[in-house]
């Protein structure tokens, strides 16, 4: 048995785990844009990636260079660096050739597409890395780009013989309605002595039900990344606690993420049962949780169960108007046929979606397939914030 | 050969035709809100349905009937009578049962979802209806719902031998972001003598490059229809006149739809080319139509081509960083690798942005396919429109 507590140190939590935001004058005012995480010794790593075919320099470097062991992360905000080319991977080898005394470093990066990095900039801000700080709250500060807050977490698994090990991290997005810009970057940290194959698989594995539960499959921008990196400093591992534990912080990574939604005010669960299968309900999950019109009707506190039923309809699963049940959290507006949206249940659905989080559940009374999908609701200040990024 | 010139008279400027608009009492302040079409003698029925899998009672009663002619059509707004089950059915029965002197009339709907008919304000309207009325521009005004203006149009064919034909339609249709709550609807009517399989299959293929061409795959909404219908009064056909007429007829009610996108304050076209298929050409055509950040970014006049690369790479076709062009009108700002993005250049795209009208291409460079899109941008009055529709 084991026991998973929250702690505080973001990435740094970890044993052996260094980290740090600085200003290189990328994001205007002396705002934080670049971090790092350096490990006191080198780090098995696994990594998921966007599926976008426009993946920029950083995924291309670090796939260009095939199986290897890190003991530094390099990350800039404000600029993508994709679609580049090839001045892309030169600019960022040209960049990590001025770091001194680290094995391997990563680069990664965030912000503008189409724009080659400011180099010198990031050359020189690099000088301002003190490889003996433990500030995980300015590192995750520096990595924002439409974030609204920050994002961290820590914890520790503390198993029955008195060891323990950690899992930190920290990581920016919002805006998760269509991540194409958000360009959602995540690293975390582990002193856990793991083996790298089992890492990747259940990285892999945990991925599905939480990054991969806040977008819509596929839709994912240039820059996308998820890094773990283990430099075993604990000695200690179980693989049960190690899933859980990574569970808990990749899920509540995520649900910040979606909280932090630009211009968010509400947080929805889109619990889907009784699909022909499993990956049918993920459909169903992920087009309501991207319904342009659901997400307007959320925002509107509008209960418009007739839009959460035509979106069930055009996500092209298998569904049944005389078969369909829908719920806002405990209350049933729609029983296979059976209309319950008098004015009383209109009023209460309305109560339950004025709160900041509630639970939007469909069966659709086919099968037993199951999806949780989560997202936001879209209002003015989305717009407000889309209209004009660049700037 | 033949001539294809604009004429008026909307859908009554086939010969034989007769519509006209009225207010039941089921929109507020008396606005019209029921619409009939009248021939003088039957008609053959050519039909495109939603794909949606909870499409509404009207399509499941139409469908019921299997073949048949007809000589009426009753159309009401304000409610889809969708998501009704067979209490929907009944009510279409019921109603229908108060026309007189009518063959195989035919029910549509537009409106709320998940609500019964008001059946008696409904009936107690209909009998307004004056079939001698010619009066089309009421008959398209009382089937708009979120529509900022309604859209009809009229077309002549004139033939070598002096012969001709009329093609009349209205529609109705705002918001193509994302149908499902706009429901459009089109009815079209001819004069044409063209036989019930020819008019089907010409009807399917113009759907393909006009209708569809406006909103993304399956993401139709509970009601989406279109109706041609033919009564071959003029005793004339050429089928190549025929098709190129309905082309034009259809093209320009989907790019009335696209511009009076709920909010809309422009109108895109999405020219894909260069892709490995005219289907992968479509999917990324109306991905790009489709993404809300390419949206806010055509609203902010903001040319972020990186959100335009970063769509095509999202959407899951085959397509290159180093073979994909993007140009905004004639300005190529990315080509094949190199960005042509510099200060000037984007004070010209932004230029074109400032248009009302402009077209946003993508040579993907790996063959042959192509397609055109059409869309709009999204801003703060879709969001005010779709908060609270149901008020």
Not at 222 to 246: H, I, P, Q, R
């Amino acid at each position: 048995m084991y026991k998973i507590v929250q702690t505080t140190g973001g990435v740094c939590a970890s044993n052996g785990f260094y980290a740090d935001g600085i200003s290189a004058g990328l994001k205007k005012n002396n705002a934080l844009d670049m971090a790092f995480i350096y490990s006191e010794n080198e780090c098995e790593i696994a990594s998921v990636f966007t599926t976008n075919k426009m993946y920029a320099a950083p995924i291309k470097h670090f796939r260009a260079k095939g199986s290897f062991k890190t003991n530094f992360v390099l990350i800039n905000s404000k600029n993508a660096n994709a679609m580049t080319g090839q001045a892309g991977l030169e600019d960022i080898d040209e960049i990590l050739s001025h770091l001194e005394n680290v094995t391997n470093p990563i680069m990664s990066s965030t912000g503008v597409i189409g724009a080659r990095l400011p180099k010198q900039k990031i050359i020189e801000g690099m000088k301002q890395f003190d490889l003996t700080k433990r500030e995980p709250s300015s590192a995750s500060k520096a990595i924002m780009t439409t974030d609204a807050f920050s994002k961290e977490i820590a914890l520790k698994v503390e198993l029955d013989d008195g060891k323990s090990f950690s899992i930190g991290a920290m990581a920016k997005g919002a805006g998760m309605i269509n991540p194409a810009m958000a360009t959602m970057l995540c690293f975390i940290t582990t002193d856990a002595d793991v083996a790298k194959q089992e890492m990747q698989d259940i990285l892999d594995e945990v991925t599905k039900t939480t990054f991969n539960a806040i977008s819509v499959d596929g839709d994912t921008s240039t820059n996308d990344t998820v890094l773990l990196l283990s430099n075993a400093k604990s000695g200690v591992y179980d693989a049960d606690a190690f899933k859980e534990a990574l569970f808990k912080v990749m899920h509540f990574l995520a649900l910040e993420m979606v909280r932090d939604g630009e211009g968010a005010t509400k947080l929805v669960t889109y619990k889907v049962s009784g699909a022909k299968s499993d990956r049918e309900a993920e459909i169903v999950a992920k087009t309501l949780s991207d319904s342009l019109l659901v997400k307007t009707a959320l925002y509107g506190e509008d209960p418009n169960w007739g839009r959460i039923a035509s979106t069930v309809g055009a996500s092209g699963v298998e569904a049944y108007e005389e078969k369909l049940k829908i719920s806002f959290d405990t209350h049933c507006v729609y029983d296979k046929g059976v209309l319950n949206f008098d004015e009383e249940m209109e009023k209460k659905c309305a109560i339950v979606m004025g709160h900041k989080k509630f639970t939007i559940s469909c069966d659709l009374g086919v099968g037993k397939g199951s999806f949780k999908a989560y997202g936001c609701d879209l209002g003015h200040e989305y717009v407000n914030i889309n209209a004009d990024y660049r700037t």
